[in-house]
């Protein structure tokens, strides 16, 4: 019988496994940044939220007509669409003065907010075709590879998914778990999982309201994605994946 890894895992993450061990942040240790950092001469300002006018939509209608979809219309996103779904799915609302720690669009345990998002840009209007990062304090993005034939390496690392290829953008989501261990230790490792769940939740909604599909993704080569431009350095690593596009008119 196969000796799985997932009973271990929950029983090393439960609150009385090793109970005097103290978190970094009872120990005094300052947290990690809120965000990785970013030349700022590099980013590209997106449409703030406040400014976006979109049709309103129902809520249930929402949840009602979701469904993943893996086809796309050969369209493009606007840089108003783009900044809606990054507004509505790590957006940062404000930042407190005490920790700090920032207060988003979406749940993250003790407001840790662990994700960065990094975007494969297929067809998004009046940007540039690669991959970039959402600085979510700034709003903005920030380039990190461009060029050809990115498209086609993230695919294959997505095990060959063709929806990523096909896709307006597709949205990545990697933990950067210090700013989570600082508070909770071995048991954040769950709420990392719990975190990616509320965002990719959000997405999928999001894009129902300016019509969209998406295509949540869990099945890609750990290795390649997080060797990739996505991922810098050693301890962040994907967790969550999304291709999206406009939906095919019947």
């Known amino acids: 019988m196969t000796d799985f890894i997932g009973p271990r895992f929950i029983h090393e993450t439960n609150f009385n496994f090793n109970p005097d061990e103290k978190p970094p942040l009872k120990l005094g240790i300052p947290q990690p940044p809120l965000e990785l950092p970013c030349d700022e001469t590099q980013l590209i300002s997106l449409p703030k939220p406040a400014d976006i006018k979109l049709p309103g939509y129902d809520l249930r209608q929402a949840i009602e007509q979701r469904k ?5 219309a050969d369209v493009s996103l606007t840089l108003e669409e783009l900044s809606y779904l990054l507004w509505c799915t790590q957006g940062v609302k404000s930042i407190s003065s005490e920790r700090p720690a920032t207060s988003r669009t979406v749940p993250s345990a003790g407001a840790r907010h662990a994700f ?14 690669g991959l970039y990062r959402f600085a979510a304090i700034e709003h903005a993005l920030l380039p990190v590879r461009l060029g050809e034939g990115l498209a086609e390496e993230m695919a294959l690392a997505c095990r060959k998914q063709p929806h990523v290829l096909n896709s307006a953008v597709s949205f990545f989501w990697v933990a950067v778990v210090e700013r989570m261990t600082w508070r909770y230790m071995q048991r954040g490792y769950r709420y990392l999982y719990l975190d990616a769940g509320h965002v990719c939740q959000n997405l999928y909604l999001a894009a ?21 431009p996505a991922v810098d350095g050693e301890r962040p690593f994907a967790i969550y994946a999304a291709a999206l596009g406009k939906k095919i008119k019947a």
């Not at 993943?68 to 796309?72: E, G, I, K, M, N």
């Not at 960065?116 to 075709?129: F, K």
């Not at 129902?208 to 990739?228: Q, W």
């Open 68 to 72: 993943s979809l893996r086809a796309y």
């Open 116 to 129: 960065e998002t990094y975007l494969l840009i297929n067809r998004v209007n009046g940007v540039e075709a």
């Open 208 to 228: 129902e309201s300016i019509d969209c599909g998406v295509c949540a993704i869990a099945a890609f080569d750990d290795l390649a994605i997080n060797h990739s």
